[in-house]
């Protein structure tokens, strides 16, 4: 269980450090120029390359969840035991403070940052929404984008997929939902990711960072319940025989 602490802290951690940092450069620094959707693209590659290296470094210690809407999946979904979840909670929500905080040391040592200016990535609703939504539009949003993530999980890593590809699907899953979710509120689809830049940032980012808890936690309960329902209990397995060929007549 300490392996499996450690890993889920760390990878949260970097998750955070490195994905929150594209976002924030992209963002709030400005990086993405004009272009609106080059900041969208880099930082939802971001996401989903970090993850993809996570799911191969720490999969085979913890299963490499670094998010408390998979882990609630993965419960749901009888993966792990309630024991278990809650340390994977615990670690997650402690490395992604940390990787909050260590990236805040970070941009703080530029003459050009200022908390209130450029922020740190937190996600938000209303103001906060390029698209100005409001919150029981991101609500939905963040719902529907977390089940569809859990559930692509729970698949690709059923015992009847294949395991060598399931981190390049999960990581380009990942990708999807900040290609889409971005404009709308920021994307979270992981409370440890959202809390602890909002935590750090404070004020209205931290007002709202309660719908980005409890909506992708419904999310990775819906996202379970729809993989039980509609997934294989069993690997199709072929059928063989080792009876000659009939000759057939003629």
Known sequence: MGRKFFSELV???????FAVGVATLSFGFRFRGFS????????????????????YVFGPISGAHVNPAVTIGALVAGRIGILEAL?????????????AL????????????????????ADGYG?????????????????????????VI????HKAANAATAGVVIGLTLTLVHLFGISI??????????????LIVGGTALHQVWLFIVAPLVGGIVGAVAFILL??????????TLDPPVPTPG
């Open 36 to 55: 609106t959707s080059a900041g969208v693209v880099a930082t939802a590659l971001a996401f989903g390359l970090v993850l993809l290296g996570l799911a």
């Open 154 to 157: 729970l698949g690709v890593t």
């Open 231 to 240: 997934a294989p209990h069993k690997p199709v397995e072929p059928v063989v």
């Open 11 to 17: 990878g949260t951690f970097l998750l955070v450090f």
């Open 102 to 121: 260590l990236l805040w040391g970070v941009f703080s040592q530029s003459p050009i940052y200022s908390k209130s200016v450029q922020g740190l990535g």
């Open 185 to 198: 509120d920021g994307t979270s689809v992981n409370p440890a990711r959202s809390l602890g830049p909002a």
């Open 87 to 99: 340390w994977y909670w615990i670690a997650q929500f402690i490395g992604g403070i940390l990787g």
């Open 127 to 151: 103001s906060l929404s390029m698209i100005h939504i409001t919150w029981g539009g991101a609500f939905l949003a963040e719902v529907v984008m977390t089940a569809i993530f859990i559930f």
